[in-house]
């Protein structure tokens, strides 16, 4: 299994497509006509308006930091979105954000359902517990609040909040063993390609 430790200090810096914010970018899958098959990043917003359209992908988004948000998805209201909790919509419907009370740090999962499966799921670690990981997919582990080790065949990883490791598809399931002081809060993005 390959594992890749991606700490936020080399995320990479985008505009927003709508030219109102920008992203940082922690990895993408792209073809061979540079259309992205996924995308994971974080991204500030800073007030109130409307999301870029992502055509022909679907989106999971969460609240890393500040006091959440409201979103209107194709005038559908979202109710409160808070931190660590995932929400999935159409990146092409028209999508307005209205914050609740400031600025907040999102996480973005942006793919194409045609080509992969995708999903986000949080969880509080404490102490030292262990995750599975499946068999043919890839994995990210988002450090979403706090600071963890990561033993995995035999290497140890130290990641602070919104480092990321990504595990390349392995040929069958393996367990992560995590060490942690206080409460931590983690992110495990999984990715099945169709």
């Known amino acids: 299994m390959s594992v890749t430790c991606l700490p936020r200090r080399l995320f990479k810096q985008v505009p927003w497509k ?3 914010g920008i992203t940082e970018e922690i990895a993408l899958q ?21 999301f870029s359209h992502f055509n022909g992908y679907q989106r ?18 979202s109710g409160p979105i808070t931190c660590f909790q995932s929400f999935h919509f159409d990146g092409s419907a028209t999508t307005d954000c209205r914050l609740i009370d400031g600025a907040i740090y999102d996480f973005n999962v ?5 080509r992969v499966e995708v999903d986000v799921t949080w969880h509080a670690l404490s102490s030292v517990e262990t995750l599975s990981l499946a068999a043919d997919t890839t994995f ?10 990561v033993d995995v065949e035999q290497q140890s990883y130290s990641l602070a909040a919104w480092d990321v490791l990504k595990f390349e598809p392995i040929v069958q399931t393996r367990v992560l063993n995590f060490t942690t ?4 809060m983690v992110a495990l993005v999984t990715i099945v390609n169709k």
């Open 18 to 20: 709508n030219g109102q």
């Open 60 to 77: 999971i988004i969460s609240v890393l930091a500040g006091n959440g948000m409201l979103l209107a998805v194709n005038g559908c209201e």
């Open 140 to 149: 990210f582990l988002l450090v979403g609040e706090g600071e963890l080790d």
């Open 181 to 184: 002081t206080r409460k931590v």
């Open 30 to 50: 792209q073809d061979l006509n540079e259309r992205f098959t996924w995308r994971l990043s974080i991204a500030t917003v800073a007030q109130d308006g409307l």
């Open 110 to 114: 942006i793919f194409d359902d045609k």
